[in-house]
């Protein structure tokens, strides 16, 4: 809710930097849901690469890791975790059991709760 939220403002923000108010709302709404998935994609896909976690998940005290080994996701896995979410929100309430928190190889887990991996 908070990462959607947050998406929303910037969408926002972003869309009326762009928008001309003479274009009608069809064009606020071109200009508008592109900003919104710009920033959703920022936040959940650069945002984990570069700290471990969303905006929201920073401000909970959690991280994304993959779940095999602990260490930081890839590229590839947060942009596929950030796609299954807009599936997995769509039927959020009718799926149970697979959620975004586990999705493409990564898992969220607590700051305090993370382990480091140990070489063998």
Same mark, same amino acid.
């Given at each position: 809710m908070t990462d959607g939220f947050l998406a929303l403002l910037i969408g926002i923000a972003l869309a009326q930097k762009v928008?001309?108010?003479?274009?009608? =709302?069809?064009?606020?709404?071109?200009?508008f849901i592109p900003c919104v998935l710009a920033?959703?994609?920022v936040n959940h896909v650069f945002g984990t690469l570069l700290f471990?976690?969303? =905006?929201?998940?920073?401000?909970?005290?959690? $991280? =994304?890791?993959?779940?095999?080994?602990g260490r930081r996701p $890839?590229?590839?896995q947060t942009l596929g975790r950030w796609l299954f979410g807009f599936v997995v929100i769509v039927f959020q309430f009718v799926l149970?059991?697979?959620s975004?928190?586990?999705?493409?190889?990564l898992r969220t887990v607590r700051?305090?709760?993370?382990?480091?991996?140990?070489?063998?």
């Open positions: 928008f001309h108010a003479t274009d009608g =709302v069809a064009a606020f709404l071109a200009t920033a959703s994609f471990r976690g969303s =905006v929201a998940k920073l401000l909970f005290g959690m $991280r =994304v890791l993959r779940w095999k080994d $890839r590229f590839w149970e059991g697979a975004v928190g586990q999705a493409c190889g700051r305090r709760d993370e382990r480091v991996a140990v070489p063998q």
